[in-house]
């Protein structure tokens, strides 16, 4: 009996340290990374429709490349006026990212958007040559 009890322990002891053993140590693992604006300038704002009170949220799909880069830009929302949809397209094209990263390595993202065009209060001094040079009609 003590015999067989001595090769349980034996077998037990064996089969732990094999677990435990290994010729290689574990390669740790880069935590994930989520993507992160760099450079986000303002989309312009036409000053007809910033002083005429114009103004709504655009919000864009953007695939964000390896590099950091904008890959794809894509209206989802419309701000209900197609000069400010295309004024904040064109200006996120241009914007630049931190990519997200998965084991260490930069991948593509998908990210939603949201560009906001707020009228300006009070009306810059702009806006009144603006509201006259319409009422004379040029």
């Known amino acids: 009996m003590k015999l067989r009890l001595l090769s349980g322990s034996l077998v ?27 450079q986000t300038p303002p989309p312009e704002y036409p000053a007809e429709l910033a002083c005429a009170g114009v103004g709504g949220k655009s919000v864009l799909k953007v695939v964000v490349g ?9 209206l ?3 701000s209900g006026n197609s000069q400010l949809d295309d004024s904040a397209i064109a200006r996120v094209r241009e914007w630049k990212f931190r990519a997200a990263t998965r084991n ?4 593509p993202t998908t990210i939603q958007v949201p560009v906001s065009f707020n009228p300006p209060s009070p009306k810059p001094d702009e806006c009144f040559a603006i509201e006259e040079r319409a009422r004379r009609g040029g």
Do not use: F, H, K, Y
Request: hydrophobic share 45%.
């Open 76 to 78: 989802i929302t419309t």
């Open 104 to 107: 260490g390595q930069a991948v």
């Open 12 to 38: 037990a002891a064996i089969s732990l340290a094999a677990c435990n053993s290994s010729d290689q140590p574990a390669t740790p693992v880069a935590a994930p990374t989520q993507v992160a604006a760099i």
């Open 66 to 74: 390896p590099e950091g880069a904008p890959t794809e830009v894509a």
